[in-house]
């Protein structure tokens, strides 16, 4: 299964960019969505996830301020990031987790990070 990011770029503080990753191969079903960012020196950190049947969590610096979503028609995630901070700086990478078509068993695939830098 191969994930395709996108959306990632530069943007002033108080911006908002639109994260999208798409899922392709032999899926026949996915289950969590989640995106996670790193930063040079820190763990990669969960800053937000949703389930198949659409419940969403978010990490505590990002409520109110990110939304995450998916279209299961498409197999894609999204991250709407809404008022970005420069400490929101950093690269941007999408999990995906599911069964394979054919031999149903489970996948968890990682996408190429995206960099996102919030800076005047």
């Known amino acids: 299964v191969q994930l395709q990011a996108s959306g990632g770029g530069l943007v002033q503080p108080g911006g908002s960019l639109r994260l999208s990753c798409a899922a392709s191969?032999?899926?026949?079903?996915?289950?969590?969505m989640s995106w996670h960012r790193q930063t040079p020196g820190k763990q990669r950190e969960l800053v937000a996830a949703?389930?198949?049947?659409?419940?969403?969590s978010y990490a505590d610096p990002v409520k109110g301020r990110f939304t995450i979503s998916r279209d299961n028609a498409k197999n894609t995630v999204y991250l709407q990031m809404n008022n970005l901070k420069p400490e929101d700086t950093a690269v941007y990478s999408c999990?995906?987790?599911?069964?394979?078509?054919?031999?149903?068993?489970?996948?968890?695939?990682w996408g190429q990070g995206t960099q996102v830098t919030v800076s005047s």
């Open positions: 949703v389930t198949s049947a659409g419940s969403t």
């Open positions: 191969g032999r899926i026949f079903s996915i289950n969590a």
């Open positions: 999990n995906v987790n599911g069964r394979l078509r054919d031999t149903l068993g489970e996948f968890i695939s």
